[in-house]
């Protein structure tokens, strides 16, 4: 695993943390359709520091490019948008390895990547590679496959207590400080650290409790003495996205945030759709 | 005399107009556009539309374009949001535009502040980004100010159509904000709309931003919301010293009491730029943590609490900035309404935007022209005013300088940011107010870095 620039990145690791930026670290991302929309997704996703962007545009820079895509200008004309956009684009960031496809798009090579952002692509397009891949976000629409795995449910900190004393038992039996609520409940998996005497908790688990807290079998460990943190694990779970083909039959999956436009959500959905029919 | 010199000020203000108006003229020259140039901009302007401001005539003779061209926007800041708005600004057509920033560049801004390169550490940004824009886009005239918006006067800001502000500190919008309420001209009591410069307002933190349109005089100002910015974190001492439960606190009593005390480095403060301190406040933190079992000390979190990083990512400044270029397109171009007039965005949890109507506050300290009321019994000592000036949520000063008028001549009761003075003035804030010789509904005039103008309250004894 490479390090993080700390002076470049300071201000987003506040933010991120360092486990994102290192999963971020480790993504290949491509990037399709080069114009204004495109090249603005690109440079943010690069500033970000994904492993690798490749941009994609098999289209030739015209003048109406020059109007919203920031990075072409007139000596561009007549010329590949993505390998145009190139040299600026990784100026950006040196820790990020971008490189341009002017090549058509199809399934090999979305299989390489991680996460794929079609812009500027066609309703056929955008369908026939949501089914072929199982990470494609576009225009509003995001699919993460069938097996999307959520590592952190709600990205609140670990919930986790002091350990007043633990009775070596089967099942065993910790007892928490009582100045204050544990926070776990049922089914919780926790992992102990600063543990005394016991020490083998502090290096096995994690463990799934039951409130009040059983931890399974510890009766062969050595004898508690003192101190020792009790920490929540958190648990992933798995959500299963629907392909944008089934997505867009499903009027289910239309929720409307607005109760005075209560027909406007579908209305704009079928828009979209017709607007790839011109 | 008011009077004279509201009229004095509104015929300058046309003279200026018109003057920019002849100037303008030059730069209005759109022949050298390739054909098509502006058609991105000219299908909003030259069609109507079910969403379009209903007083909005489109019109094909360019006329509205030419216009766009002619607008001179001022951007304050060339940081985050400040390289998002020059570049939407300039792509949407603008051509005439200042931009203030007082900052170099850091290695930490190349992660969003995509108009700098590695080699541009260390110049200023307003200048580089400047440079940057004017290169790539042909037409567009990016004036760059290497300088603090203190630095400018009344005559300065007035040149200007319509400001964007993408900064990081609330005492620097508030100034921004007290300027432009400063060049409002009132005739009998009503506004002059001639002297409204629109203020749009951005901002970010993390994965959450804001993006706010003020009319200075008529819809709600900076100041008017003052309770919606959250107070600086200041976690109580009682809890730093004994009862620690954060590895925040652990780092503040590093901070606050064992800096002071022990002096490392000898007699000079903290400095949240040096790596030597950084790591020693970072050590004993970390001991003090260790002692009440407190985990998640880390040298970037003691450097986050130290400096008071604000943090931030590329995209959300990109969404704020593009939010903001839009309502100044909106404005400049009156084609469409603009946001009314506060929009909240937060993408750390799925996308939530919401938009809202701030309402002006009725005795706004900054845009009221409401005499500002101070209500203490003549008992009272110096040192209440002056926090209740720094600690009430409409006011929020930092550092206020008071001074009255007393037996014709002017003096100063308390002033902070000169030495020499702070020491003659500091006896009278253990002075009650009868003592310093105050009478019931005395006019006191205060400075602060928070306003350009002095705010006047007049203090009405209380029994």
Same mark, same amino acid.
């Given at each position: 695993m490479t390090e993080i620039d700390e002076g470049f990145y300071s201000r987003?690791?506040?933010?991120?943390?360092?486990? %994102?930026?290192?999963?971020?670290?480790?993504?290949?991302?491509? !990037? %399709?359709?080069?114009?204004?929309?495109?090249?603005? !997704?690109?440079?943010?996703? !690069? #500033?970000?520091?994904?492993? *690798?962007?490749?941009?994609?545009?098999?289209?030739?820079?015209?003048?109406?490019?020059?109007? @919203?895509? $920031? $990075?072409?200008?007139?000596?561009? #004309?007549?010329?590949?948008? %993505?390998?145009? *956009?190139?040299?600026?684009?990784?100026?950006?960031?040196?820790? /990020?390895?971008?490189? %341009?496809? &002017?090549? &058509? #798009?199809?399934?090999? #090579?979305?299989?390489?990547?991680?996460?794929?952002?079609?812009?500027?692509? *066609?309703?056929?397009?955008?369908?026939?590679?949501?089914? @072929?891949?199982?990470?494609?976000?576009?225009?509003?629409?995001?699919?993460?496959?069938?097996? $999307?795995?959520?590592?952190?449910?709600?990205?609140?900190? &670990?919930?986790?207590?002091?350990?007043?004393?633990?009775?070596?038992?089967? &099942?065993? /039996?910790?007892?928490?400080?009582?100045?204050?609520?544990?926070?776990?409940?049922?089914?919780?998996? /926790?992992? $102990?650290?600063?543990?005394?005497?016991?020490?083998e908790l502090n290096t096995r688990g994690p463990w799934e409790i039951k409130v009040r807290s059983y931890i399974g079998d510890i009766s062969g460990f050595s004898e508690y003495e003192r101190g020792g943190v009790v920490t929540e694990v958190k648990q992933p779970c798995t959500i299963s996205f629907k392909p944008l083909s089934e997505a867009l039959l499903d009027q289910e999956l239309l929720i409307f945030n607005d109760f005075g436009k209560m027909e406007r959500h579908k209305t704009l959905h079928l828009t979209f759709q017709a607007l790839h029919t011109l | 005399v008011l009077l004279i010199s509201y009229r004095e000020k509104k015929r300058r203000r046309i003279e200026d107009l018109t003057e920019k108006m002849a100037v303008d003229g030059g730069h209005c020259d759109i022949s050298c556009d390739w054909d098509g140039r502006w058609n991105h901009v000219r299908k909003f302007l030259e069609r109507p539309g079910p969403f379009t401001h209903p007083d909005f005539e489109p019109s094909t003779e360019c006329r509205l374009v030419k216009y766009l061209l002619t607008c001179k926007i001022l951007v304050i800041g060339a940081g985050g949001l400040g390289c998002e708005l020059l570049k939407n600004l300039a792509l949407s057509g603008f051509r005439l535009i200042h931009v203030v920033d007082m900052d170099t560049i850091d290695v930490s801004n190349l992660n969003r502040q995509f108009l700098f390169r590695p080699k541009d550490v260390g110049r200023p940004k307003a200048e580089v980004a400047a440079d940057f824009i004017n290169g790539r886009i042909p037409g567009c005239k990016v004036v760059p100010h290497f300088k603090k918006i203190q630095d400018f006067d009344e005559s300065f800001y007035r040149q200007f159509h319509i400001i964007v502000c993408g900064l990081d500190s609330v005492i620097a919008r508030r100034w921004m904000n007290g300027m432009l309420i400063s060049l409002l001209s009132y005739e009998d009591g009503i506004l002059d709309p001639s002297s409204i410069i629109p203020l749009i307002d951005g901002g970010t933190e993390g994965f959450k931003g804001n993006a706010r349109v003020i009319l200075p005089g008529m819809t709600a100002c900076i100041d008017c919301t003052l309770e919606l910015y959250p107070p600086q974190i200041n976690f109580p001492m009682c809890t730093i010293a004994s009862m620690p439960r954060l590895p925040e606190h652990c780092i503040e009593y590093a901070r606050i009491l064992q800096w002071p005390k022990e002096k490392p480095f000898g007699e000079i403060s903290l400095d949240g730029d040096n790596p030597e301190h950084i790591q020693w406040v970072f050590d004993k933190a970390q001991e003090r943590a260790a002692e009440f079992n407190i985990t998640g000390v880390t040298y970037r979190l003691t450097q986050g609490v130290v400096k008071r990083i604000i943090p931030a990512v590329a995209s959300t400044n990109a969404v704020i900035a593009a939010a903001c270029a839009t309502e100044v397109f909106k404005i400049a171009t009156s084609a469409y309404i603009p946001l009314n007039n506060y929009l909240v965005f937060n993408d750390v949890d799925g996308l939530y935007t919401y938009t809202f109507e701030a309402e002006r506050k009725e005795n706004c300290s900054a845009c009221s022209q409401v005499p500002q009321d101070l209500q203490f019994p003549p008992s009272a000592k110096l040192q209440e005013v002056l926090e209740y000036l720094t600690e009430n949520a409409s006011l929020q000063m930092k550092s206020p300088a008071i001074t009255t008028t007393l037996e014709g001549k002017n003096k100063t009761l308390y002033l902070q940011s000169v030495k020499s003075i702070e020491e003659r003035t500091r006896p009278n804030l253990c002075k009650t107010l009868k003592e310093l010789g105050l009478s019931d509904g005395q006019e006191l005039a205060v400075a602060d870095v928070t306003t350009p103008q002095t705010v006047l309250f007049k203090l009405n004894f209380t029994t």
């Open positions: 987003q690791l506040y933010v991120l943390g360092h486990e %994102a930026m290192h999963r971020m670290g480790a993504a290949d991302v491509l !990037i %399709a359709g080069m114009r204004g929309l495109g090249v603005e !997704i690109a440079k943010n996703v !690069i #500033l970000s520091g994904v492993k *690798s962007v490749t941009v994609q545009d098999e289209g030739h820079t015209g003048w109406t490019d020059l109007s @919203t895509q $920031f $990075f072409l200008n007139e000596s561009h #004309l007549g010329q590949n948008r %993505a390998t145009c *956009s190139l040299p600026q684009l990784s100026s950006l960031n040196s820790h /990020v390895h971008v490189s %341009a496809h &002017p090549g &058509p #798009l199809d399934k090999d #090579l979305l299989l390489k990547f991680q996460v794929v952002v079609l812009t500027d692509s *066609s309703l056929d397009d955008q369908k026939r590679f949501a089914d @072929t891949k199982d990470s494609v976000g576009n225009q509003l629409f995001c699919d993460f496959g069938k097996d $999307f795995m959520v590592l952190d449910q709600d990205g609140e900190m &670990p919930a986790s207590a002091m350990i007043q004393t633990i009775f070596k038992d089967n &099942p065993g /039996v910790v007892i928490c400080t009582d100045d204050q609520k544990h926070g776990f409940s049922d089914g919780s998996k /926790v992992s $102990f650290s600063g543990v005394q005497g016991m020490t | -």
